[in-house]
């Protein structure tokens, strides 16, 4: 079961936030939703599908997502996991060439400060 951090979070499309992933738990609060507050300095609100292009970005620019860190109950992720990526790493992405598909329903409106929703719809699953 999902415990929420804000019930009234609101998708890119307006509606309400639907979880992103439980298998692995994502999210900033590791609740599975792309959540986000104050506390959040990397605004971990788009839910992406990783892609073996987009995990070796991610290691290339200092973020290794898919080596498993057991100590921290972190699995690593592999093609086809849905995780909340940091916003602006997603952008980072687009820019160079590298963006993963995203979840529209389970991506943070707070995302839309920093992507169009014309982008987000362009990558939607």
């Known amino acids: 079961m999902t415990t929420r951090y804000d019930p009234d979070a ?3 499309l307006g509606g309400e936030l ?3 992933s439980l298998d692995p738990v994502t999210g900033f609060f590791r609740n599975g939703c792309c959540e986000t507050s104050h506390e959040d300095f990397g605004l971990h609100t788009v839910c992406a ?3 073996a292009e987009f995990l070796a970005f991610s290691r290339a620019a200092g973020n290794d997502l898919s080596t498993p860190v057991p100590d921290a109950g972190f699995p690593g992720l592999k093609p086809g996991d849905r995780w909340c990526l940091c916003a602006p790493r997603w952008k980072e992405a687009l820019d160079a060439g590298a963006a993963p598909k995203l979840v529209l329903d389970a991506t943070h409106e707070e995302t839309l400060a920093i992507v169009s929703l014309g982008v987000l719809k ?4």
């Open 10 to 12: 609101r998708n890119v």
């Open 18 to 20: 639907k979880p992103c």
């Open 49 to 51: 599908v990783m892609t």
């Open 122 to 125: 362009d990558y939607a699953v």
